[in-house]
């Protein structure tokens, strides 16, 4: 059964919410009975199947007065749907992901511009309807006075290749959303935790992990979220399963190379073989997906010879001619008979890419570990795929790998984020493997043929020529931090007067290069502004510093103390022994560009 650690006294329901890029889903679990975790289902819906689905499409659509006005699965074929918002918050991470799927997000963005919102506007207006129809099922399965007592825990999961500016905007968009608005019992709490984290508690607790003779602690793993859209791979170490402890192994990896790539690519094919396909109305072809591809083919195709049967609208172009066609003349059947070797090519579009971006994972943990990992674990709506298991397992059979489909794999993720709930803290995961380098500006004393001319600029208060725009990585990509250890970076400051201590600002950088250089470059990005006030410090406790011309200043020493985690970082400012907490201003990922560039 599971513990609660959070803490709490009071009576509280813990909901995790999985916002995806194509699909999104959401369970729960009430205090006392927090072992049995309930996925959201009973959706709006005329689609056949879809009412009892684990999740909902992350589609929304606005009216003519740009209103939200549809969502999910009730959206009409002829509704001009907006989707694919997610990746809007994480540019940065999308271009780390190395695909030519540019076009997906200009679409959503050009959307975006036209209805004048935002992505967190828009991610807020779809978490909107989702928290409604979360609290209207609780209320249904708990009576509105119980869950108007209880105390409401919120888990967002989020992609493990995220930057934390990105993890800020979801944070953001569900305050929007009013996730976070006022109740009487108590203030609704919002964590976050990495998608392939949940999946591992939910794989965890659901006893597929822990009752498994041949894991032990010190063993690694992999969990390969895919989904819709994107797939996203982290690995881990298990410290300890009681309680269950594990650590990063190595970093997060991702691609946009989710199921809905193998849609189109089977569309296409269809095309090719019934022309008359590529005109039919968009709910004919939504209702043909429906019924010949995604509750067919697409589900029960394990790679096997065939023959695979789809059954095509007939053709009712130019029925007129047809009908003064000669009745010996044979017609074109609408049953397309397709071997083995037609399917796969449809899932050649993306199969290969996961098993790569497995293998680099599985090389990654040789190289961390000395050892393979024990097990791939599969989740996702696309893990739950046949032949996307039956791919990876013919890969890696020569490696003594076990191969796990969970079951219930398509709502791992919201369910493991329950599980992290009632947890409670970043207890979890012990370590974090920084995704990005994280740096800050600085100058430093001119020396010829060291730097740039460009970057020469004279400090008329130190009267020295200093080189700026220099860039100095205090966190690198890859590097291991413990959560028990902060990330610490020195700065100093002259000042001529009492009134430069109000009023701080210190930027942070952050670049996705294996290598990004020493001074500031075109893929360095701000990702955050640190404002903070020194006023309280009394100015002439500070040391004298005097330039060569006999002016005299005051020498600022300060330290920035930065504490990752996988969902959030931590900032301090640290002057004369003293703690000074900064307010964070994180960018706008969506709008902001690349850092200035120095000329």
């Known amino acids: 059964m599971a513990e609660d650690t959070t803490g709490s006294t009071s009576p ?48 929304i659509a606005y009216d003519e007065y740009d209103r939200p006005s549809k969502w999910g699965f009730g959206l009409q074929a002829s509704d001009t749907a907006i989707r694919w918002v997610k990746l809007l918050l994480s540019p940065l991470s999308l271009s780390a992901l190395n695909t030519q799927e540019e076009k997906v997000v200009e679409l959503t963005a050009r959307h975006l511009r036209e209805i004048g919102k935002t992505a967190v506007e828009v991610i807020a207006d779809y978490l909107r309807f989702l928290w ?17 007592n209880m105390v409401l825990k919120v888990v967002l999961t989020v992609p493990a290749i995220w930057d934390h500016g990105a993890q800020q905007q979801m944070r953001k968009a569900a305050k929007q959303a009013g996730i976070l608005d006022p109740r009487a019992c108590g ?74 790539y193998v849609d189109r690519e089977f569309l296409k094919h269809i095309h090719t073989y019934r022309r008359h396909m590529r005109s039919l109305s968009r709910e004919t072809e939504k209702r043909f997906m429906e019924r010949e591809w995604e509750n067919n083919i697409k589900r029960n195709f394990d790679g096997t010879a065939g023959p695979w049967l789809i059954d095509t609208p007939p053709n009712q172009q130019n029925r007129r001619m047809k009908a003064m066609r000669s009745v010996f003349k044979k017609e074109e059947s609408t049953v397309l008979q397709w071997t083995g ?3 796969r090519e449809i899932f050649a579009e993306v199969v290969p890419k996961i098993i790569d971006l497995l293998r680099d994972q599985v090389q990654g943990i040789k190289d961390a570990t000395g050892s393979p990992p024990k097990v791939i674990i599969l989740v996702g709506g696309f893990g739950g795929n046949r032949y996307l298991l039956d791919q990876v397992q013919q890969n890696f059979k020569h490696m003594d790998i076990e191969i796990q489909q969970p079951t219930r ?112 470059a075109h893929h360095t990005r701000r990702l955050c502004k640190l404002r903070f006030d020194l006023s309280n410090f009394s100015f002439t406790s500070f040391p004298v510093y005097m330039n060569s011309l006999g002016k005299e200043y005051r020498l600022v020493r300060c330290i920035l103390r930065m504490a990752p985690t996988v969902s959030s970082l931590d900032w301090e400012i640290w002057c004369q022994g003293k703690r000074v907490k900064p307010v964070v201003e994180y960018e706008n ?5 690349a850092a200035k560039r120095p000329t």
């Open 341 to 343: 070797e037609h399917v």
């Open 409 to 520: 794999s398509w709502s791992a993720v919201c369910r493991g984020a329950v599980h992290r709930g009632v947890q409670g803290g970043d207890r979890i995961v012990t370590n974090h493997i920084s995704k990005f380098y994280y740096g800050v500006l600085y100058q430093t004393p001119w020396e010829e043929g060291k730097f740039l001319l460009a970057d020469k600029e004279f400090d008329a208060r130190r009267q020295i020529w200093q080189a700026i725009n220099q860039m100095d990585w205090y966190l690198r990509k890859s590097e291991n931090v413990l959560k028990i250890l902060d990330v610490e970076h020195c700065f100093t400051a002259v000042y001529e007067a009492p009134e430069e201590l109000s009023n701080q600002r210190y930027d942070i950088y952050y670049s996705d290069h294996d290598d990004p250089g020493t001074r500031l």
């Open 589 to 593: 990922t969506q709008t902001e560009e």
């Open 132 to 148: 409604s129809h979360i609290l209207a099922r609780l209320r249904v399965r708990l009576t509105a006075p119980v869950l108007d």
């Open 12 to 59: 509280f329901i813990v909901i995790g919410i999985d916002y995806g890029t194509t699909y999104s889903g959401a369970a729960w679990a009430k205090s006392g009975a927090l072992h049995q975790v309930e996925v959201i289902s009973q959706w709006s819906s005329q689609t056949i199947g879809a009412t009892d689905s684990d999740k909902v499409p992350s589609d």
């Open 187 to 260: 203030q609704t709490e919002i964590t976050l935790i990495a998608e392939p984290a949940a999946a591992a508690l939910a794989t965890y607790h659901d006893a597929e992990i822990r009752l498994n003779p041949a894991i032990e602690p010190g063993d690694s793993f992999v969990v390969c979220d895919a989904g819709g859209g994107t797939v996203d791979l982290i690995s881990y170490t298990i410290q300890s399963f009681d309680p269950f402890r594990l650590s990063e192994c190595i970093g997060a990896t991702g691609d946009l190379c989710g199921a809905v």
